[in-house]
């Protein structure tokens, strides 16, 4: 991987394996929405060129575009080094509209695996994550079936996202009561203005040795400054799409973009290399999901790694926010 000095590496919280500080997230890479890539070669060429930075680590899900995002991400892989590689997807939502067509009963769990598999034409998924909390299934079925997928070796990790505290420590101390394999990460939302996790996830995560893998570290744009207060979301960006997206649209918030835009002017650093940066200095965060849709946009992201903020600037930033949980 040419340029790969630039980039950082480091250990996907307790294991061994080695990861690079950003990930590339996949669900920009299909056309299932207006705001995405829609563009299979351009795609490629964006992964291809991620590679070529030094980015390691690869995220995406069966329901990302309904397995085109897979799709895709296997063709990209192909020539490159597999022994160098961590992808990453998930399994849970709806693939279908007939009975066992979602959730994490062990027939689901198992078919998706093998569905995957296929899609990135690979012999195996390095992180397998269960993408939310299946409260129909017993989560020593969901266990025993990801059990299964490292013993066979068609997965050689797992991970969960977006649930409880309660729900995950449920699952890490099941899997030590059963001697089920762990998981070693956790896929939470985490930004500068999703501060929720660290009243629910991040403490557990902290103290069970699990890496994190925070999605939406830019908050869906907004800490780009590519919004203005007052004024509603041009057509065409994914704000305007996506009222998850306006939720961030209050006043707390937009104190805490000013400080963003405040600290990237005293660094010669952009909004969103700030927000990266600070999200980077959290503990234990590992690797902020980054969704670029452009070359401009992944190299920006990339050049987050060479932010230096100092103590005052991360606690300027952060100050304008209250964790709460859940989030309102």
Same mark, same amino acid.
Not at 67 to 85: C, F, M, T
Not at 235 to 255: C, I, K, L, P, Q
Not at 270 to 280: R, S
């Given at each position: 991987?040419s ?47 991620a ?98 997928l ?30 089920? +394999? ?6 939470? !939302?985490?930004? $500068? #203005?999703?501060?929720?996790? &660290?009243?629910?996830?991040? *403490? ?29 979301p ?9 009222? +998850? ?6 006043? !707390?918030?937009? $104190? #805490?973009l000013?400080?963003? &835009?405040?600290?990237?002017? *005293? ?14 200095e ?28 100092t103590?005052?600037?991360? !606690?300027?930033? $952060?100050?304008?926010k ?7």
């Open positions: 991987m340029d790969a000095v630039d980039m950082a590496y480091t250990r996907l919280g307790d294991t061994g394996l080695e990861v690079s500080r950003l990930c590339l997230g996949c669900m920009n890479f299909g056309s299932e929405r207006p705001w995405m890539v829609n563009d299979r070669r351009a795609s490629i060429d964006l992964i291809h060129e590679l070529d930075l030094g980015i390691n680590f690869l995220d995406t899900a069966n329901v990302y575009s309904t397995g085109e995002s897979e799709d895709i991400v296997g063709d990209a892989v192909a020539s490159a080094n597999r022994d160098e590689l961590v992808l990453a997807t998930k399994v849970y939502g709806d693939m279908g509209e007939g009975p066992n067509s979602g959730g994490l009963s062990r027939k689901h769990v198992l078919d998706q695996a093998e569905a995957s598999l296929d899609r990135l034409d690979t012999d195996y998924i390095d992180l397998y994550q269960i993408h939310r909390w299946d409260e129909n299934t017993p989560v020593e079925e969901t266990l025993s079936a990801l059990d299964h490292i013993e066979t070796g068609r997965v050689r990790y797992i991970g969960a996202s977006t649930m409880t505290a309660y729900q995950f420590t449920k699952a890490l101390y099941t899997s030590d009561i059963e001697d089920y +394999s762990r998981f070693a990460c956790m896929q939470p !939302e985490y930004s $500068a #203005v999703a501060r929720h996790e &660290e009243q629910n996830l991040l *403490e557990v995560c902290e103290g069970e040795g699990i890496g994190v893998i925070p999605w939406s570290p830019l908050a869906g744009g907004f800490l780009t400054g590519k919004y203005e207060r007052g004024a509603g041009e057509d065409g960006t994914r704000a305007a799409a996506s009222e +998850s997206v306006r939720s961030y649209f209050t006043d !707390e918030n937009w $104190a #805490v000013d400080a963003v &835009e405040s600290v990237a002017g *005293e660094t010669g650093a952009t909004p969103a290399q700030v927000a990266l940066a600070w999200l980077l959290r503990e234990p965060v590992t690797a902020p999901i980054v969704g670029p849709r452009t070359s401009e946009h992944l190299r920006e992201n990339v050049g987050a790694l060479s932010v230096d903020l103590p005052e600037q991360v !606690e300027r930033i $952060a100050e304008p209250a964790p709460r949980y859940p989030q309102r």
